[in-house]
């Protein structure tokens, strides 16, 4: 089952200021949560980020038998551990999820709560794709391969169905025949042409008139 998590303000606490921390730090910084980062030592993309005050660094030195989780006030919302030492991940994901923490381990999925998916972002698109954990590797060529295949008349074409959407909210009552406008705008040729063209404005227009036209014969039918 995928799931798409909102961590819009949620807390994160990241262990590890290297590569993967950091990455992993990026991805839920887009996402819009706050972050915390837990390291002896930090890459200098850590540090640029907390001189943007994007992040906060906590500079700690951890080993086996220390339990970190005891001294987070308020506790995260989501506990990541991303040390090199896999042990040491292994038993800090232990204590935060005795703790009642929610975990994401980078090297060990059995214990994670959940798997972090290869994100395609491409304008308002967002495309997850999961091996469940087999081959991250994989997840990223194939998030590499779907990137490309996303064009700019799709990603304006999300952008015309958002505001048709909203006026046909206010005009159509039944979701059924909404959804049916929605998809004659979606498959109307001239449109997806104007689209192509990067002439919004005019497909709008045509779609509002495409519409206007649905509208009066349906109403014709019904009279």
Do not use: W
């Amino acid at each position: 089952m995928i799931v798409d998590f909102n961590f819009e303000g949620k807390y994160v606490v990241v262990i590890g200021g290297g590569a993967e921390g950091y990455r992993k730090t990026l991805s839920f910084l887009d996402a819009g949560a706050k972050v915390l980062v837990i390291s002896k030592t930090f890459s200098a993309g850590f540090k640029k980020l907390n001189s943007l005050r994007k992040v906060k660094l906590s500079t700690r030195d951890i080993g086996k038998g220390f339990s970190i989780i005891d001294d987070l006030s308020p506790r995260p919302d989501l506990f990541i551990v991303a040390t090199n030492d896999r042990n040491l991940n292994l038993e800090l994901a232990k204590q935060a999820k005795a703790n009642n923490c929610m975990v994401l381990a980078v090297d060990n999925p059995s214990i994670s709560d959940f798997t972090q998916l290869a994100i395609a972002r491409i304008g308002d698109f967002r495309i997850a794709i999961s091996t469940g954990g087999k081959s991250p590797a994989m997840a990223r060529v194939l998030r590499k391969r779907i990137e490309k295949m996303i064009k700019k008349e799709d990603i304006l074409q999300v952008q015309l169905q958002e505001f048709m959407r909203g006026i046909l909210k206010q005009k159509v009552q039944d979701h059924k025949i909404r959804r049916r406008l929605l998809y004659a705008i979606l498959k109307n040729d001239e449109i997806r042409k104007l689209l192509r063209n990067d002439e919004v404005d005019k497909a709008k227009a045509l779609a509002m008139e495409l519409i206007k036209d649905s509208l009066v014969n349906y109403r014709a039918q019904v009279s």
